[in-house]
């Protein structure tokens, strides 16, 4: 099987561990290269022969998760101030293939304490980065535990850079007793976590790209901040505020977008055309008191669409509980789901005679279960009233909550679409309360559950266009089938600013350029909105699209059964 030949590396920010290891299984389980670096809120994980009893207080009272995984080794910390590096590689396997990865993982973190000062090196018969090696005094400084099946690598290094390492006295780490736990700042090396990054990420491009082609991205987690900054936006300071503030902190100047009032250039102006089956379906969706995401979010392809008897449906209400900057979806405090409305838009899909019907919601953070439970009864109502109409679901990422995404995979939508929306630098910018790592990991999940998925992109926020590629290229990696691709259009001037207009044919290169990765079907124009042409993808989903030679049809689909992991402990 070709390889992807491209050497892609992520910082993801702060992210919670079980997410990281379902994005970890997706990039597992496909075909390209990625490095992910991250950090996790407070955890405990524990090797596939971890002890139990070397976890030495009550986790259960601390309100700290303790995570059985799939690599080797005892237990150990993750948390704020370490730097997680996770290189999902195809590498050789053979006699003592093993050994030989974790060494190299070794000495690309040696490799990168010399750069940055520190002299540090391996202690015999104890994986992992040792300072005072030799000496009474040997410290850990670096974890190393991984995981290796079908020549494909996961898990990676834990880099003390400036932990809270008390942590590592309520444990006793990687099972070793009589070692203590060191940290960069503990031994006088005084860099802040982009900087060690940087080093790092250095060195794995020196030891694992082997000449080929390397992609960089990261999202904005904290840097740039002006002294006013964070008390602005802790005291509240409206939308445009904010906006601005999280632009210019993802280096996207919010002074040079073009003016709301500018004329659009002629591929955006749509004519506005009311026929008789736009007005029917008008009438059908008031008349059952229902909402659309082609009227709440202003949608420009409305009259194309209501034209041919095609729209989306948003429930659980029309307010968000979310403030994105690009969306101009009422964000006041939202009301009580209505019970009724599942049924009221199967009756609609009936009355309109839908081949596919289209359903999306606000997201509802103030519920248990994010909403789940509605679009479940949705797709099962409009399959009660017209078995033959295939179903797509937009869905927010239900805060990551496993339990609420699987109520939604296990109501077998045909496509279940979301939106990725962004590149990974300007996500925070973007849509403040949602992460790029949890998109992938949601849409992993489907993946893995065997749905159709989907995803889209906005351009024109300030991205490149090989920011674009990256992010084409994250989505392929797990997974997802069909992409949308389109121009980003300003509801007001308290939302994003345009940064650029981006020309047809600029979409027809990026089209190509996704079609080349092997989705099966590529939606990419400036007037192209998450369920434009639903139909028609969702179809050339169905028959398999085309795949470029060397690549799986899916990810999920290449991946043969797991056998045995060999492993290497913390």
């Not at 030989?100 to 993982?105: A, C, G, Q, S, T």
């Not at 992992?128 to 030799?134: E, I, T």
């Not at 969706?285 to 989306?312: H, K, Q, S, Y």
């Amino acid at each position: 099987m070709a390889v992807e030949p491209t050497l892609r590396i992520r910082w993801l920010g702060r992210v919670p561990y079980r997410e990281a290891h379902v994005l970890q299984g997706a990039l597992h389980r496909g075909v390209a290269d990625h490095l992910l670096m991250l950090e996790h809120p407070d955890v405990l994980t524990l090797g596939v022969r971890g002890d139990m009893s070397h976890v030495l207080f009550d986790h259960v009272a601390a309100g700290v998760d303790v995570v059985r995984t799939d690599r080797g080794g005892d237990v150990t910390y993750h948390g704020p101030g370490q730097l997680v590096v996770y290189p999902i590689l195809s590498v050789p396997m053979g006699t003592a293939a093993i050994p030989r990865y974790v060494r190299i993982v070794e000495q690309v973190v040696i490799d990168t304490l010399a750069d940055l000062g520190l002299v540090a090196g391996r202690l015999d018969g104890f994986p992992g980065v040792w300072v005072g090696a030799g000496t009474p005094s040997v410290r850990k400084l670096c974890a190393v535990g991984v995981r290796v099946a079908r020549g494909r690598t996961m898990h990676g290094l834990a880099l003390n850079v400036d932990p809270d390492l008390s942590w590592f006295t309520r444990i006793v780490p990687c099972g070793i007793e009589d070692k203590a736990v060191t940290s960069l700042a503990a031994e006088g090396i005084d860099v802040s976590m982009a900087e060690v990054v940087d080093a790092l990420a250095a060195r794995a491009v020196a030891h694992w790209a082997e000449g080929r082609p390397v992609e960089r991205q990261g999202v904005v987690s904290g840097a740039g901040w002006r002294p006013d900054d964070r008390s602005m936006i802790a005291s509240g300071a409206p939308r445009g505020a904010r906006t601005r503030i999280r632009l210019r902190q993802a280096g996207t100047d919010p002074d040079a977008g073009i003016a709301l009032q500018s004329r659009k250039p002629p591929w955006l102006r749509v004519p506005t055309t009311m026929g008789d089956e736009f007005l029917e379906l008008r009438r059908t969706v008031r008349g059952l008191g229902l909402v659309t995401v082609c009227e709440e979010a202003g949608c420009p392809n409305i009259f194309e669409c209501w034209a041919d008897g095609t729209a989306t449906f948003m429930i659980n209400g029309e307010r968000c509980t979310r403030a994105c900057g690009f969306c101009q979806v009422d964000t006041r405090r939202p009301l009580a789901l209505d019970p009724g409305e599942p049924a009221r838009v199967a009756r609609a899909v009936d009355r309109l005679g839908l081949a596919h019907a289209v359903v999306t919601a606000v997201a509802r953070d103030d519920l248990a279960d994010g909403g789940a439970a509605a679009f479940a009864a949705t797709i099962a109502a409009i399959r009660h009233v017209r078995p033959a109409t295939s179903v797509e679901v937009l869905i927010s990422d239900c805060r990551g909550v496993a339990s609420s995404l699987q109520t939604i995979f296990d109501a077998r939508p045909d496509v279940l679409n979301h939106n990725l929306e962004t590149v990974a630098r300007l996500q925070r910018a973007v849509r403040p309360s949602a992460s790029y790592a949890r998109s992938l990991a949601v849409l992993a999940q489907a993946s893995s559950a065997g749905l159709t998925t989907k995803s889209g992109l906005m351009v024109g926020l300030g991205e490149s266009d090989a920011e674009v590629i990256g992010a084409l290229a994250d989505l392929r990696a797990v997974g997802v089938d069909i992409v949308t691709l389109g121009q980003y259009l300003r509801p007001t001037a308290a939302h994003l600013p345009v940064a650029r207009w981006v020309a047809p044919e600029q979409f027809d290169q990026l089209r190509l350029a996704g079609e080349a990765m092997g989705f099966a079907h590529v939606q990419a124009s400036p007037l192209t909105r998450s369920s434009y042409h639903a139909r028609e993808a969702a179809s050339s989903a169905a028959r398999g699209g085309a795949v470029p030679a060397g690549l799986p049809a899916s990810p999920r689909a290449a991946a043969p059964q797991d056998n045995p992991a060999a492993l290497a402990r913390p």
